[in-house]
């Protein structure tokens, strides 16, 4: 029947364990789903400020770059030109017809004046606006100047085409032309005459050739490398501007913008298979610890809550910059206080590999947190001597400190303004989260009815209300619970037990004797009352001690584990002297067992049973040595209390093995050796006096010649 009761138990157990891990694993990839990676980067834009350092994941083209490059490689090809001799023969020949038609209208019979008038009024359309005095001086010419005029007009002109023309060079033929005519025997009015007239005629005649150019700058152009930006490489660091050219590095890598699920459908799918894979390793990882920390369902809840409280954190500060203002690392210290530091440190990197594809986190933040939570969670065990606090939250500070800026210098080979600013952030988030992790103990102590050794720590203080009565009130049953908590604390530290809460429960195991001290025997300096008792009342004074140790326990708010060793410390057992008194005196047919056993329930921990056995042994060997028995017997008689709790059932529900038994004997042993040794005879000084004085008559007996050999003489004595 227990058994089944048991199966039943262990069942619920399991299945209460497999619905904190479903639960938490779809937390975790809701958290994923919803995070940083998938969310974070959908708003930036060109001229924001980046939010975060971005490193390129894989090497990647810089398209801007490169193509600025380009560009400038076009651009330094020099333009090139051809020739257009249309224009020379063009310019030619307007000057020709120019001349023409001023040679048409002259006539010689009119005179200078006549003609300019005539030209002036008829509106002839010419090429040039010429002044009256520069009609003047030309009309003046005779035939042979003029046409000589013509040809070094045009033979200017000529010359410049010769040496090319361009639209950039054209302001400066102008000027050569100029130079060229000024050069020549005609006057000053004719030389300015031909200056309108050759830069009238002078245009471009070397004209850009387009398809020639566009062919030599995409030659120079395909000269031009890809700008590679190489994977790790800083493409903006945090508090930068996002350039265009930034920018468009970002999106080409998926970076920020990413338009719907669809971009990031490969990366959630890897990250929901390692969590899996992360939690089927957990699973194993408890499995492995024989079911020690799961079977305890006030363990399980608690790895569940912290473990949520962890990502929901990471989820929450997903938008920050500064990873290690995260306190992750609270809840590693937490869990290494109310359970174990193995446990915690293999909580801690369950949940910063998790937090990471929440916060979308890189291999820094894997690192600081696996770092600095391991080594904090080592630290907490020193946190059970209160003044050692202050100085564990500076070293998990300086550690957080160091941590941060030795990460930064080996990833980026420097430790930036940023980096150091954030570095004293993680400094003082480790002394604060310290400080949150013990003074938030008294929550969980409640929350979880969970014993941390600060809270042992106070219950042992012999000022405590209850130890302080049970001093005075009852002195031998102080004395006696002190005497069990050394030999139970002994124990539970042999057997893996928790020495802490084993010393405690030894210490308030009998506090119920509290009500009637009396009539226990490690009390009493005379008369025993229960001579004057029946068995019956003297076996239910005994027996009350249990129910009343619980009221005393209860009502002065002692932890359950506490309350738990007072009612299980004698389990079921007879209290066999009484039960026999009745028989004898009744008859062994008319008296029940069941009025002389104690109401359990039989111890259900090893810290029970521990102080179960501790209590058992040390009352018996106290009185075994009193009447003189040696070593040799006691460790019979120890085994032989043992062996009756074991025939009795009274361990069949506590967690100890055959070899935890073995231990306990052996620890036990080991502490009655120590109070119980043997010690050397001190020599009686009156005797020893009396041996001097004979020795000095029998020397004084002897004839003068005899002397006493100094071995005679006791050692350290004179004669």
Not at 304 to 312: H, Q, R, S
Not at 314 to 334: D, G, Q
Not at 618 to 642: C, F, K, Q
Not at 703 to 717: C, L, N, Q, R
Request: glycine content about 4%; overall charge negative.
């Amino acid at each position: 029947m227990a058994n089944s009761r048991r199966k039943k138990k262990s069942s619920k157990k399991r299945t209460k364990n497999m619905l904190y891990m479903i639960v938490a694993f779809v937390l975790t990839i809701f958290f994923i789903f919803s995070g940083s990676y998938v969310n974070s980067t959908y708003n930036l834009s060109v001229n924001d400020i980046s939010p975060t350092r971005f490193t390129a994941p894989t090497d990647v083209v810089d398209r801007v770059a490169t193509e600025r490059l380009k560009e400038e490689a076009r651009n330094s090809v020099a333009p090139l030109y051809k020739h257009d001799s249309g224009v020379q023969e063009k310019a030619l020949s307007n000057i020709d017809s120019f001349f023409n038609t001023l040679n048409l209208v002259y006539d010689e019979n009119e005179s200078i004046a006549d003609t300019i008038n005539s030209i002036k009024s008829s509106g002839l359309s010419l090429p040039v606006a010429l002044s009256y005095s520069q009609y003047y001086a030309y009309f003046q010419l005779g035939d042979t100047p003029r046409e000589e005029y013509r040809t070094m007009i045009k033979n200017t002109v000529s010359e410049l085409f010769e040496q090319g023309i361009t639209s950039d060079t054209l302001e400066s033929t102008y000027a050569a032309a100029e130079e060229k005519i000024n050069t020549s025997a005609f006057s000053d009015v004719l030389k300015e005459t031909a200056a309108l007239i050759t830069n009238s005629a002078l245009s471009p005649n070397l004209v850009v050739d387009e398809e020639a150019l566009e062919l030599a700058r995409e030659k120079k152009a395909s000269e031009v490398g890809d700008v590679i930006i190489k994977k790790d490489q800083k493409i903006v660091d945090e508090g930068e501007i996002i350039t265009e050219e930034i920018y468009t590095v970002l999106t080409d890598l998926n970076l920020i913008n990413k338009a719907n699920f669809s971009t990031v459908t490969k990366p959630f799918w890897g990250s929901v298979i390692i969590i899996f894979v992360l939690f089927i390793a957990a699973l194993l990882y408890f499995r492995d610890q024989n079911n020690k920390i799961l079977e305890n369902t006030r363990n399980s809840a608690m790895l569940f809550l912290f473990y949520v409280l962890a990502i929901v954190c990471a989820r929450i500060m997903a938008p920050i910059t500064n990873y290690s203002l995260i306190p992750l690392t609270v809840f590693a210290m937490i869990i290494a206080t109310l359970i174990n530091a193995r446990t915690a440190i293999v909580m801690n990197i369950f949940i910063s590999i998790a937090a990471i594809f929440i916060y979308n986190g890189s291999l820094e933040f894997l690192m600081f947190f696996i770092i600095t939570g391991t080594i904090a969670s080592l630290l907490m065990r020193y946190t059970n001597k209160r003044n050692y606090i202050m100085l564990i939250a500076i070293i998990v500070g300086i550690l957080n400190f160091v941590c941060l800026a030795a990460i930064n210098l080996f990833f980026y080979a420097t430790v930036s303004q940023n980096a150091w600013k954030y570095s004293i952030f993680a400094g003082v988030m480790g002394i604060i989260l310290t400080v949150l992790a013990v003074g938030s103990m008294p929550l969980w102590e409640v929350l979880f009815e969970v014993n941390t050794p600060l809270r042992l720590l106070d219950l042992i203080n012999p000022t405590n209300e209850l130890l302080r009565r049970l001093m005075l009130e009852a002195p031998g049953t102080y004395h006696h619970s002190l005497l069990v908590a050394n030999l139970a604390e002994n124990a539970a530290i042999a057997t893996e037990a928790n020495p802490n809460l084993t010393r405690v429960g030894a210490y308030y195991h009998d506090i119920g004797k509290l009500k009637f001290p009396i009539y226990f025997t490690e009390n009493q300096h005379g008369d025993n009352p229960h001579q004057y008792l029946d068995p019956y009342t003297s076996a239910k004074i005994i027996i009350d001690h249990i129910p009343y140790g619980k009221e005393l326990a209860v009502k002065n708010g002692l932890p359950k584990a506490i309350i738990d060793i007072i009612c299980q410390h004698h389990g079921t057992t007879l209290a066999k002297y009484f039960y026999v008194e009745a028989a004898n005196q009744l008859g062994i047919e008319n008296v029940s067992e069941a009025d002389f056993r104690y109401p359990g329930p039989i111890p259900q921990t090893k810290e029970a049973a521990i102080v179960m056995l501790a209590d058992t042994v040390e009352a018996a060997v106290r009185a075994t040595m009193n009447a003189g028995s040696d070593l040799d017997e006691i460790e019979a008689l120890i085994s032989s209390l043992i062996k009756q709790k074991m025939d009795d059932g009274q361990l069949a529900a506590a967690p100890v093995t055959f070899k935890d038994i073995d231990i306990i004997k052996h620890e036990f042993m080991q502490v009655f050796k120590g109070m119980y040794h043997k010690r050397i005879a001190y020599p009686d000084l009156n005797q020893k006096e009396a041996e001097k004085k004979e020795l000095i008559e029998a020397h004084k007996a002897l004839p003068a010649e005899e002397e006493i050999a100094a071995e005679d003489i006791p050692e350290g004595e004179e004669l």
